[in-house]
């Protein structure tokens, strides 16, 4: 198997939303969103697949290490095999890849957080940097497509924290902020028991609407210039925000399940916004 293959079924089998926006680019880039896709999914998974924090801190070592190899010209893994030869092309540094590995390090060193910057610090982390580099690969001409990007990253990362509470408070996190859970009077052990109420209901209904308004503030930020090469992160951002709406039809039930689109109704919405332009 080819680096290029293997990055290509990392992110097919992945189910992932993005992997329907990148169906629409251009083969090269194409193989380099794949490619970046495939890298942060690595390093995402070590959080998420390894038990003893020991050991998965041991190998985001190793993840560090190998960048660095990377960008001496020495990739090992078949995803950095495939994602650097686009690096150049793209401006893609050696801090971008870093950073989503500090992101999934604080996973390991964090399960609460504080208030909403704090949690703002995280997610710049883990999803800002992403899409930052995301626009670059799809084709971004102007300097103010980076604010938008990063405030893109930021309503994707809040609207996976909303989909996965149930999931994450099976790993014991949660990330919805201490100061937020205090406002509505919901209890942290009320949502690792997963148990729901109309204060974790007012909660939730909080946390879509403040992810919806940071769509709408993403899209004003986006230069008319560059609207046609992010349509990739416009196509995304119609698939997370109809799961926002799914998830406010289904009365934010988010404990006990992890609620999602169809492939189906993913490729459509992708299609819509690349065919008519329909967010």
């Known amino acids: ?143 103010a497509t980076t604010a938008y990007a990063h405030k893109l990253g930021l309503a994707f990362q809040l609207t996976n924290i909303i989909r996965d509470v149930g999931e994450d408070a099976l790993r014991g996190r949660i990330y919805l902020p201490i100061s937020e859970l205090q406002q509505y009077d919901v209890k942290a052990h009320e949502i690792l028991k997963r148990t729901y109420s109309d204060r974790f209901s007012a909660l939730m209904k909080f946390q879509c609407r403040r992810a919806q308004g940071l769509y709408d503030e993403a899209l004003a930020l986006l230069p008319a210039a560059d609207r046609r090469s992010q349509k990739p992160g416009l196509m995304m951002a119609s698939i997370y925000r109809t799961l926002l709406r799914e998830i406010e039809r289904d009365h934010y039930q988010v404990l006990h399940q992890r609620i999602a689109l169809t492939p189906l109704r993913k490729l459509w919405l992708a299609w819509k916004v690349q065919a008519l332009g329909m967010l």
């Open 1 to 143: 198997m080819t680096p290029e293959d293997y990055v290509q079924q990392k992110a097919a089998t992945s189910g992932s939303s993005f992997y329907y926006a990148f169906l629409f680019l251009p083969k090269p880039r194409r193989a380099a969103i794949t490619a970046f896709y495939a890298y942060c999914r690595e390093v995402d998974d070590v959080v998420d697949e390894v038990s003893d924090p020991g050991v998965a801190h041991t190998k985001l070592a190793w993840w560090h290490s190998e960048v660095s190899k990377a960008f001496a010209g020495q990739p090992s893994h078949p995803a950095l095999q495939a994602l650097m030869p686009h690096c150049p092309l793209y401006g893609i540094g050696q801090h971008h890849l870093q950073a989503v590995i500090d992101g999934c390090r604080m996973d390991l060193e964090q399960t609460r957080y504080l208030d909403y910057p704090a949690l703002q610090r995280y997610c710049q982390l883990v999803a800002g940097v992403v899409g930052e580099v995301s626009a670059l690969i799809f084709g971004q001409t102007q300097s």
